[in-house]
């Protein structure tokens, strides 16, 4: 299958891809922020370079888009053309979150994943449901925690799943 699109304006479409202060973690930032949390952003020093670095907590939050990591999802689908090369790509960006979260539970972090299709789509969640389940897990002791979207595809197993 073609592109609907020349390939001077997919080329515009895909530099305007942020990894940084996407839309997600600028929501998840700004909620966090009005309940009173204090974080660092992006740090390079730590794996995986976390969106959100919560020194006090010992926690780090990473906002991940579904499609960037390949999230079991209904907002995530494998591109018609160039397959090999995403299917590649999204491998990489998913053993790169692997080692980032052996990297820092090995380092003493508590890590929480908060999936895009949790905050748009057809599966969102409540923004306030989102911020309470993330607040309540920055005051446990969990070392780790994960938060879905609600709707169940035929590829996967429901998608709100916290530990």
């Known amino acids: 299958m073609t592109d609907i699109v020349t390939p001077a304006i997919r080329s515009k479409m895909m530099a305007g891809i942020r990894s940084k202060d996407t839309k ?3 929501v998840i930032r700004k909620g966090l922020f009005r309940r009173g949390f204090r974080y660092r952003l992006h740090d390079k020093k730590l794996p995986g370079t976390p969106d959100m670095v919560l020194p006090r907590f010992r926690a780090v939050v990473f906002v991940h888009g579904c ?3 390949g999230h079991r ?3 995530f689908r494998l591109p018609a053309t160039r397959t090999g090369f995403w ?3 999204i491998t990489r960006n998913q053993n790169n979150d692997k080692k980032a979260l052996v990297g820092l539970h090995a380092a003493g972090w508590r890590v ?3 999936w ?3 905050l748009k789509g057809p ?3 409540n923004i306030s449901e989102i911020l309470d389940t993330l607040e309540n897990w920055l005051a446990s002791s969990d070392t780790d925690m994960e938060i879905r979207g609600n709707v169940v595809s035929n590829r996967q197993k429901p998608l709100k799943h916290i530990w």
Request: charged share 30%; aromatic share 10%; net charge neutral.
């Open 67 to 69: 499609f960037w990591h």
């Open 116 to 118: 895009e299709c949790a």
């Open 87 to 89: 299917k590649d790509k």
């Open 73 to 75: 999802c209904a907002l």
């Open 123 to 125: 599966g969102k969640l």
């Open 24 to 26: 997600p973690e600028l």
């Open 112 to 114: 929480a994943t908060i």
